[in-house]
């Protein structure tokens, strides 16, 4: 078993498919796929199913992936310190749902170590991409959230992935909207009041259901709903047709502008306000790189400063 090895098959879970991780690692796929083979005979298991959808990390080749990695990242920690090679880049990425103060977090992340040593990703994501991008070792950290509507079906995909999630903040439903909207200057907005008006709700593509979705409260029955796919079309939207989003209302100006706000959502008997629990995932049994650590703090640090009064921006 050679470093080389390792890398090959850690870039493989990362990209998905044996073509794609060939032109990231510039040899070609028979090579690869030779280089693979070995490993695994020699080894004693099946580290991919090999599919027409791509490379499928085995149950076996995930926990042999987990501490492939933690190998790699020790092997990368001393070629930084000691490596004359001063192209080499260490590597931190993070799939999240769409949620500014994740970005935010990364932002101050990034400012802290600069990007001379270090190749930085973010990936805002569906929601089963953000558990699948962990899962892989594409991600180092996903960011999502759960509830009792869909704690138990996103924690089966957790618990198929060899994930754990980790909580950081818990919180009830905002309604966030354009501040021209004609109830924006509510104290409070129900379910009621918001008939007339489009819900906005990521799409989470075909494989998709209500259990995947990135808004609170999806289980209701809303009249008029449209789905985008990025942030800057659902702010669009928002002003465009007086569209709204449920979520958590942790809103970053600085990210989003101040042209939002987040009204709180008031329950009544049919609709009762529920509670986001939102938290970051990694892989079981793997600890976190001293950049992940930094981006959790980064992350908890932004989520102290946050307070009811302050969400409405």
């Known amino acids: 078993m050679t470093l080389q090895q390792i890398h090959y098959v850690l870039t493989i879970a990362r990209a998905g498919s044996m073509n794609k991780a060939a032109e990231q690692l510039f040899v070609s796929q028979p090579s690869l796929t030779s280089a693979v083979k070995e490993l695994e ?94 899962g892989n070792l594409r991600s180092e950290i996903g960011v999502l959230y759960l509830s009792d509507f869909n704690r138990r079906a996103i924690g089966k995909l957790l618990r198929d992935h060899d994930l754990e999630f980790h909580e950081l ?77 449920l979520c958590s209302g942790i809103i970053n100006e600085e990210l989003n502008g101040d042209a939002y706000v987040a009204v709180p959502f008031r329950g009544d008997r049919e609709n009762r306000n529920a509670v986001m629990t939102i938290g970051y995932i990694t892989r079981k049994r793997s600890p976190l790189s001293d950049i992940g650590r930094m981006y959790v703090d980064e992350m908890k640090r932004y989520l102290d400063g946050v307070s009811n009064a302050e969400r409405g921006g």
Request: net charge neutral; with cysteine; glycine share 6%.
């Open 41 to 134: 005979k020699e080894i004693g298991l099946s580290i991919f199913t090999r599919t027409s959808r791509g490379m499928i990390v085995t149950s076996e080749g995930a926990d042999f992936l987990m501490y492939a990695r933690q190998l790699y990242q020790q092997y990368e920690l001393i070629q930084e310190k000691y490596s004359s090679d001063r192209n080499y880049k260490r590597k931190f990425s993070v799939s999240t749902q769409h949620y500014s103060f994740a970005v935010k977090a990364f932002v101050e992340t990034v400012r802290k170590l600069g990007t001379s040593d270090f190749e930085f990703g973010i990936f805002e994501t569906r929601t089963r991409a953000v558990i699948a991008d962990v």
């Open 169 to 245: 903040i818990r919180c009830s439903a905002y309604i966030y909207m354009w501040r021209g909207h004609p109830l924006a200057k509510e104290v409070s907005l129900t379910l009621k009041q918001l008939e007339d008006y489009p819900c906005l709700a990521f799409d989470q593509g075909e494989e998709g259901s209500y259990y995947l979705t990135e808004e609170i409260m999806t289980e209701k029955e809303y009249p008029r709903t449209i789905k985008a796919s990025d942030r800057a079309t659902m702010l669009n939207l928002m002003v465009g047709l007086n569209g709204y989003i």
